[in-house]
Nanobody
Framework: QVQLVESGGGLVQAGGSLRLSCAASGRTFSSYRMGWFRQAPGKEREFVASMGNTAGSTYYADSVKGRFTISRDNAKNLVYLQMLSLKPEDTPVYYC????????????????WGQGTQVTVSS
């Protein structure tokens, strides 16, 4: 089992940057695909980025490609989401998630979730 705790959210002006962190517990962290999702009030949880358990296998939503970077440090059980050139539409709550398989783009494929961290981008 994996427990996830996100941090790093906050208020930033449009064009600014933030780095989200996700701390994971569990000795098998390196075997999980890790993902970031976001969810605005009244909307479905939306895929943002994912990274496999091996370096190089990263995937991004078109809306964040070129601006966001996902990375992981298996030795420290950490996953990061570096966000640059933030826009007001990047605003919702961001969730870290761990998956053992299935579609990397679907929230239903992720088995463990953090509690979320709020990102607010002001225009």
């Amino acid at each position: 089992q994996v427990q996830l705790v996100e941090s790093g959210g906050g208020l930033v002006q449009a064009g600014g940057s933030l780095r989200l962190s996700c701390a994971a517990s569990g000795r098998t962290f390196s075997s999980y695909r890790m993902g970031w999702f976001r969810q605005a009030p009244g909307k479905e949880r939306e895929f943002v980025a994912s990274m496999g358990n091996t370096a190089g296998s990263t995937y991004y939503a078109d809306s964040v490609k070129g601006r966001f970077t996902i990375s992981r440090d298996n030795a420290k059980n950490l996953v990061y989401l570096q966000m640059l050139s933030l826009k007001p539409e990047d605003t919702p709550v961001y969730y870290c998630a761990a998956s053992t398989g299935g579609s990397r783009y679907s929230a239903a494929s992720y088995d463990y979730w953090g509690q979320g961290t709020q990102v607010t981008v002001s225009s």
